[in-house]
């Protein structure tokens, strides 16, 4: 059973990668998945819902942050797994369709929007605690921070198309979000 369904998430992703959503069909999957259409209408009701469950399986793990190491090297041990996942990953390969489905006002509205939130859930809860700590400014707000860290990678992968995998970029994104979110203290700290 779950290879089955496995199979058809697969066959789903990889169509993605090829054609907008809108194309997409039961019969295609079928197809690529060697899945018979009434298996696939078993598992699934709608093309939608079997879309939904592909953008899902397409993003991977939920992102591991300890509280192992500095707050720089945390950050820039996750964010330096960032362009591998947006370049090479199924989710790479069926971003920009989500980009375009979330986008309209179907049933993928906003989806991009809920699959990111549960991933950022995580990195937030750790932000705030580096505020509530003192490391970062009590102002300091968990989105933006967030936003600013991951923006320009999806703007490489989704607009400008230039390389995500430039030696020290990561590195760069990081110093310059934290310059700006470093409270005093943590800073006297560094200096210590």
């Keep these: 059973m779950q290879r089955t369904k496995d199979s058809v998430l697969t066959a789903t992703i990889e169509l993605l990668g090829e054609m907008t959503f809108g194309r997409l069909t039961v019969d295609l999957i079928s197809e690529r998945s060697g899945v018979s259409r009434s298996t696939i209408y078993r598992y699934w009701k709608t093309v939608p819902e079997l879309v939904s469950d592909a953008f899902d399986s397409a993003i991977g793990p939920e992102p591991v942050l300890t509280d192992e190491g500095s707050l720089r090297e945390q950050l820039i041990n996750l964010y330096s797994r960032a362009p591998d996942n947006i370049t090479k990953s199924s989710w790479g390969r069926v971003l920009p369709a989500l980009v375009a489905a979330s986008n309209s006002n179907g049933p993928f509205a906003n989806r991009l929007v809920e699959i990111l ?3 950022r859930v995580i990195i937030r809860k750790h932000i ?14 968990p989105d933006w921070m967030i936003d600013a860290m991951s923006g320009i990678f999806y703007y490489r992968r989704l607009v400008t198309g230039a390389s995500l995998h430039e030696e020290g970029l990561g590195e760069w994104i990081i110093d310059a979000v934290l310059n700006a979110s470093y409270s005093d203290r943590y800073r006297k700290s560094l200096k210590d």
């Design 117 to 119: 939130d549960r991933r």
């Design 128 to 141: 705030q605690n580096w505020i509530d700590r003192g490391d970062l400014k009590a102002d300091t707000d």
